[in-house]
């Protein structure tokens, strides 16, 4: 890419009328990406059980690696010499990866946190590892993914007391240090994460730090561990709405069908999640209605594919009933219910930035909580929250 040019432009096509959802183009040195967008996760740069030609085909445009695992495995050195991950892998789209920050929270049991970083006892070999904001920015320079994420203070969104103000402030502290170690701002993005778990306060303190920052870009950190999901969207929106309108806004961790149509309402850019490619392990798929459990013996002589109208390759071919016979017995279970759970999640973000484009979001949204509640009500936390940016499912 050309020094030239900028590591990320951002420029916002169209803006619901009623919502804060909005549908952008975010150009990056490998891909511009159309907001909002979902991030498969691909742990140790791969999807399991699919192919990087399979996610091109079903038009993902950027995936997720993890900075922790592919600092331990490959390694850095691997990976510069690679010529970088994309490379490494084939992958000729955008790329963003984790700082490792999340393993604080995910691996606690093997963490030590310090000022001047994490020390993580390996649960490969038992050997230690120190990672700090150079660090990580390092191994992300060496991977070299569209956008990088700063290494912050992770605690359980479920931590009360002085511990989540001094993980904010730490974080704040970090992403200067994130700053002043990277050596390719001209080719990548890096990404403050806001920090502050469900204190509005340490929130909008948080927000009002990072964004006196150069950036291209922010996250909002620290949720879906766990907390109720009328503390989540409060969080959502009140971040959302306090962070810079003209940069991308990405929600980490977020990958239910329900909330992904929520969080685009309250003005949400970007998410990723495990959810789709883990389900699918288990046999389940990803329907209108939520999921379905291709295990469960009503599957056995159903002939039908996994969602009607669904044009992946999965549903084009095969029908429950083969898949509830394979399912977690064949690995090719894992690939084909994989494949469809990702084209779900890539069509429902094609189909909400389509009806951003034409202004007909909160229709959109209504027809999409009335299938997915078709035999229940729809929950409150998700009535209040579209409530509050003018939806009403009535």
């Known amino acids: 890419m050309s020094g030239s040019q900028p590591a990320l432009t951002f420029k916002i096509l169209a803006e619901c009328g009623v919502s804060k959802a909005r549908t952008s183009l975010m150009a990056l040195p490998h891909h511009v990406v159309e907001t909002p967008v979902f991030m498969p996760v691909g742990t140790k740069a791969t999807l399991k059980g699919l192919l990087p030609d399979q996610l091109e085909a079903m038009d993902c445009q950027i995936m997720l690696g ?25 992958w000729n789209r955008a790329l963003l990866t984790d700082s490792g920050g999340f393993q604080m929270v995910s691996l606690l049991k093997f963490a030590e946190i310090l000022e001047e970083g994490v020390t993580f006892e390996s649960p490969y070999n038992g050997s230690k590892m120190l ?8 191994i992300q320079n060496a991977i070299g993914a569209d956008i990088i994420m700063q290494l912050d203070d992770v605690v359980s969104v479920l931590t009360t007391g002085p511990r989540v103000e001094e993980a904010m402030n730490r974080t704040v502290r970090w992403v200067d240090r994130c700053l002043e170690a990277h050596g390719r701002p001209e080719e990548q993005s890096i990404f403050p994460i806001v920090q502050g778990g469900l204190d509005e306060n340490l929130r909008r303190d948080c927000v ?34 306090l962070l810079p309108r003209d940069k991308p806004r990405y929600c980490m961790g977020v990958g239910f069908a329900a909330d992904l149509v929520v969080c685009v309402a309250l003005g949400i850019d970007m998410f990723d999640c495990v959810f789709p490619t883990r389900t699918a392990r288990f046999g389940c798929g990803l329907v209108e209605t939520g999921q379905i459990n291709l295990k469960q013996k009503k599957y056995a002589l159903d002939f039908r594919p996994i969602q009607e109208d669904c044009e992946c390759s999965t549903c084009k071919r095969y029908t429950r009933a083969y898949l509830h016979s394979i399912v977690t017995v064949e690995t090719v279970a894992c690939h084909l219910v994989s494949v469809h759970n990702v084209f779900y999640q890539l069509r429902l973000m094609r189909d909400m930035r389509e009806s951003i484009k034409i202004q007909q979001f909160p229709q959109f949204v209504r027809k999409f909580m009335k299938n997915m509640f ?8 998700i009535r209040e929250a579209l409530s509050a940016v003018n939806i009403s499912l009535t």
């Open 66 to 90: 993890n900075t922790y695992h592919l600092g331990t495995n490959p390694g850095p050195e691997l990976l510069t010499k690679a010529g970088g991950l994309h490379k490494f892998i084939g």
């Open 131 to 138: 990672l700090t904001p150079e660090e990580s920015i390092k």
């Open 208 to 241: 009002k730090q990072l964004t006196q920052r150069k950036v291209n870009g922010f996250a909002v950190g620290g949720l879906s561990g766990g907390e109720a999901k009328d503390d989540f969207w409060r969080v959502v929106n009140l971040c959302s709405g």
């Open 374 to 381: 078709v035999d229940s009500e729809v929950p409150k936390w």
